[in-house]
């Protein structure tokens, strides 16, 4: 090692100098980097316990990681998701001159399948939107109910329409109701714009929730209608967390006679591609609008292709069994 055991530096440190890297280079957002720094503060405290620190880890000491997090009940998935971050650090170490070899090169992870995405039926999220309407429209609801209840439809109404990652959803401004707006600029991973467009049915959520939120001007305290949202809160972030959408959405799911666990705004996501791969959309077409750098992200739905090419050939082929 290039460091003496009296002037290494900390785990603390070469962790803050990776997530520096992973933002500055690689354009990593807030999500991502929290990701990093929970699996990297838990790798350094098993190394701190059996007298190690990532300067001086050896491949055996990682192989005892490893085998501590399978101890610990970890799945399959969260262990490669950690020696992801090992590889990442270490690969980082090394470049930056910090250590003289990489402990996780010759390392294997678990092996695993890769899940399909929990899917609803396009009936299931007719029956999610038209509770959300439903609520909406309850002539007995006090003004905040009835926001509140716009405000779920329209994020729902958006969600399905375009697909957005749900921290792109509740960060949109409050210039993407624009009532002639056919197409909204979305800042996803990356920091990365892409163009994705509305149908009639979102832009009217939007329009009515935005109207209900001028209305609404001068009755709350700060006043909400004048945040830059278009979901504005009182939080931190000044708009609508994506736990606080989350919990909504479950609530829906019940009121709909759906499972809530079966329920995200993830799945919403998922439904989005599949429905679109299912009605004849490109596979590279639907990578665009999800906002996907790699198509092999995006080819997890190739099932969804795949069982729609059966059906075609099994309905129209002129020597299929009928």
């Known amino acids: ?34 990701a990093y720094r929970r699996d990297l503060n838990d790798f350094s405290e098993f190394l701190t316990r059996v007298g190690h620190s990532f300067v001086d880890a050896e491949t055996q000491v990682l192989r005892d990681y490893l085998g501590d997090l399978d101890a610990r009940g970890f799945k399959s998935s969260s262990v490669a998701r950690r020696l ?11 470049n930056e001159r910090i250590r003289t070899e990489d402990p996780a090169a010759i390392l294997s992870g678990p092996k695993r399948g890769r899940g399909l995405p929990k899917v609803l039926s396009i009936s299931d999220v007719d029956r999610m939107l038209s509770r959300a309407k439903q609520m909406s429209e309850a002539a007995d609801a006090s003004p905040s109910q009835r926001l509140r209840a716009l405000r779920l439809y329209c994020l729902l109404e958006v969600l399905y329409a375009t697909g957005l990652r749900v921290s792109e959803l509740v960060a949109l401004p409050r210039t993407a109701a624009k009532r002639d707006a056919r197409m909204i600029v979305v800042r996803g991973k990356g920091d990365k714009e892409r163009l994705v467009p509305l149908n009639e049915a979102s832009r009217q959520a939007m329009a009515d929730y935005l109207a209900a939120t001028e209305a609404a001007k001068g009755e709350k305290k700060g006043s909400l209608a004048a945040s830059k949202w278009l979901f504005p809160s009182f939080g931190e972030s000044g708009h609508l967390t994506r736990q606080h959408f989350a919990r909504d959405l479950k609530e829906l799911a019940v009121a709909s006679g759906l499972q809530a666990r079966l329920v995200s705004p993830h799945v919403l996501r998922h439904a989005f591609a599949s429905h679109l791969l299912h ?10 609008l999800l906002g996907h750098t790699d198509i092999s992200t995006t080819q997890i739905y190739t099932h969804v292709v795949e069982e729609r090419l059966k059906s075609l050939v099994r309905d129209l082929h002129p020597l299929a069994e009928k």
């Open 1 to 34: 090692m290039r460091n003496s055991s009296a002037s290494k530096p900390s785990d603390t440190k070469l962790t803050a100098l990776f997530l520096d890297m992973l933002a500055a280079e690689q354009g990593a957002g807030p999500n991502t980097l929290d």
């Open 279 to 288: 009605n004849g959309a490109d596979l590279r077409i639907v990578q665009t």
């Open 84 to 94: 992801s971050a090992m590889r990442h650090l270490f690969r980082f170490l090394l």
